[in-house]
C-alpha cells in the first residue's frame, strides 16, 4: 500500500483568481503570492503555499495535493498504483516546479477525484506573516488540513482508499439529514500523520469538487476573529460555530471563491494510526454547527 504522509496542499480553479486574493488575505488571513501562469499561492507557513489557485473556466475544487516521505517511498507508491491498475501521468517540469516538489504523478480516484501524490518539497522557505495578524495555522507533519470529496461508486471508492493509499479509517457517521431521506455514508480517513483525518468520503455529488477543507489555527480567538473577518467582508457562511463529535473541532463553516466550503477551526484531535480504534458517530457537533444557515 501508498503510506501518505498528509495532504499537502489543495487546488482550486478560478474563473477570477483577485476573489481568491482578497479572500485569502482578508478572510483567512493567509500571505498571497502570485503564482505561474497568472495563478496565485495562499500561503500558510514557511512553505511557499498551502493553496494554490489556477485559472480556468469554473469556479471550482480541482486538485488534492498528497505527500510521501521520500524518493524510496514515492517509488514504492509509483509501484504500487500501477500494480492497482491506476492510470498514472507524470508531472513535468513545470508542473513539479509550480507545485513545488522534486516529482509527483498524477490520478484520479474511482469517483473521479483528481489526485497529485509527490515527494520533497522544493521550493521557498520563509516564515509566516499574516496579513491580519493570525499567528500561525496548524501544518507541518499534519500539512494543509483535511478535505471532504465527494465518494460515488462509495464501495469502490473507500476500498482504493483503504488498500490501494494506504488510510487507516478514523471514524464512521451514517448520516440521516431527514427521517424520510436516505443514509449518506461519511467515512473519515486518516494519513501518516496522526491528524484525526486528512480525507473524508462522502456518499453524494458535489458540482464544486469538494464538500469542504479545513484550515485549523492555535485558539478559539482565531477562530472568532475570522468570523468577524468572514461578516467584514461579506463572505457566506455555511455553518454556525460549533464542535464536531469524532475528531472535537470547534468551528464554523463559510463558502469560498471557488464554490466549495471551507471549514476555519481549531483543537482538532490526533490519532494514533498503528492504534486508534475506529469510532462510530451518531452526531454531527455535540453543540452548534447550525448548516441550515448556508441556505438561507
Not at 503510506?3 to 474563473?15: H, M, P
Not at 494543509?144 to 465518494?151: C, E, Y
Request: glycine content about 10%; aromatic content about 10%.
Amino acid at each position: 500500500m501508498v503510506k501518505i504522509q498528509a495532504l499537502s496542499y489543495v487546488v482550486a480553479q478560478s474563473t477570477d483568481v483577485s476573489r481568491w486574493r482578497q479572500f485569502g488575505e482578508q478572510v483567512l488571513g493567509t500571505q498571497t503570492a502570485d503564482a505561474p501562469d497568472a495563478g496565485l499561492y495562499l500561503k500558510m507557513d514557511e512553505r511557499q503555499f498551502r493553496l494554490a489557485v489556477v485559472k480556468g473556466g469554473e469556479d471550482r475544487y480541482l486538485v488534492s495535493g498528497w505527500e510521501v516521505a521520500d524518493a524510496a517511498a514515492f517509488k514504492s507508491a509509483v509501484e504500487t498504483l500501477q500494480q492497482a491498475g491506476v492510470k498514472l501521468q507524470d508531472g513535468d517540469a513545470a508542473l513539479c516546479k509550480a507545485r513545488c516538489v522534486k516529482a509527483l504523478v498524477k490520478f484520479a480516484d474511482p469517483a473521479g477525484n483528481q489526485h497529485e501524490l509527490g515527494w520533497g518539497y522544493d521550493g521557498g522557505s520563509v516564515p509566516f506573516k499574516s496579513p491580519v495578524g493570525v499567528r500561525s495555522f496548524k501544518t507541518g507533519k499534519y500539512g494543509v488540513g483535511h478535505t471532504v470529496l465527494p465518494a460515488l461508486p462509495f464501495d469502490e471508492t473507500l476500498k482504493f482508499y483503504r488498500e490501494v493509499l494506504g488510510f487507516g479509517l478514523s471514524d464512521v457517521f451514517n448520516f440521516q439529514p431527514a427521517p424520510d431521506a436516505p443514509v449518506i455514508r461519511l467515512y473519515f480517513l486518516h494519513a501518516a500523520s496522526g491528524r484525526h483525518h486528512s480525507v473524508a468520503l462522502a456518499e453524494m455529488p458535489s458540482p464544486s469538487g469538494c464538500v469542504h477543507i479545513m484550515v485549523e489555527v492555535e485558539d478559539q480567538a482565531e477562530v472568532d476573529r475570522a468570523e468577524l473577518r468572514r461578516e467584514k467582508n461579506g463572505a457566506k457562511l455555511m455553518a454556525t460555530l460549533g464542535q464536531h463529535e469524532n475528531d472535537k473541532m470547534t468551528s464554523f463553516y463559510l463558502l469560498t471563491p471557488g464554490n466549495f466550503a471551507l471549514e476555519y477551526g481549531w483543537g482538532g484531535i490526533s490519532v494514533d494510526p498503528a492504534t486508534w480504534q475506529t469510532t462510530y458517530t451518531k452526531q454531527v457537533s455535540i453543540w452548534g454547527h447550525d448548516f441550515s444557515v448556508g441556505f438561507s
